[in-house]
């Protein structure tokens, strides 16, 4: 990823800047004097916009899990009515979401709960906003597709959805050219497992 535009306004820079960082490097390895000089901004400016690193953050965050949102909506749209593609839409989104953002080092979130260990951290909302999005959302459609074990299939998915990024991480490690697994195929066995046979399928 590159340097943030000069002409983006400075917020917007700030957060490019702190995207890139705390993903490339590590939220505790990345200073905010750092983030400053990829933004191309002063202290004082930071510091109008958010009260401090924390607040950065949690900001950092918030705009993952929004643009996640977002593209797991638009994925939902394209399924339509049907019940397998919209247990699946979850893979054709973190696909999607790809061409929008780095995902080569595995969940932000997953990443970030390591080092937002305390509760009142300004992140730790967020970090708990992923996981209920992501359970929650699988469960209800699994319940709505009919799954004999709505808690039991949600889990099986969020596990393929994890090491699906995790395998990303994992591929970053490595030149050598991998062929991805076919998450979406173990996903589309999962929910066969889970759902009642229909007459005709």
Do not use: N
């Amino acid at each position: 990823m590159g340097t943030p535009s000069a002409r983006a306004p400075a917020r917007t820079r700030l957060l490019d800047a702190a995207e890139e960082l705390f993903y490339e490097h590590g939220i505790a390895a990345t200073g905010v004097d750092a983030v400053l000089r990829r933004a191309h901004v002063a202290p004082a400016t930071l510091y109008a916009h958010f009260p401090g690193k924390d607040h950065l953050v949690a900001a950092y965050l918030q705009r993952r899990h929004e643009r996640w949102v977002c593209t797991w909506d638009a994925a939902l749209r394209r399924a339509g009515e049907d019940p397998l593609a919209r247990l699946l839409s979850v893979f054709e989104a973190l696909e999607d979401l790809q061409g929008v953002q780095d995902a080569g080092r595995g969940c932000a979130f997953l990443a970030a709960a390591v080092e937002v260990a305390d509760p009142r951290h300004p992140a730790h909302p967020w970090l708990v906003a992923d996981t209920e999005l992501l359970t929650g959302r699988l469960r209800s459609l699994a319940v709505d597709a009919g799954a004999a074990d709505p808690d039991a299939l949600a889990a099986e998915l969020l596990l393929l959805y994890d090491g699906a990024l995790a395998g990303r991480a994992r591929r970053a490690l490595t030149s050598a050219a991998t062929t991805p697994p076919p998450v979406r195929d173990l996903a589309a066995a999962a929910v066969a497992r889970h759902l009642p046979v229909r007459p005709g399928s």
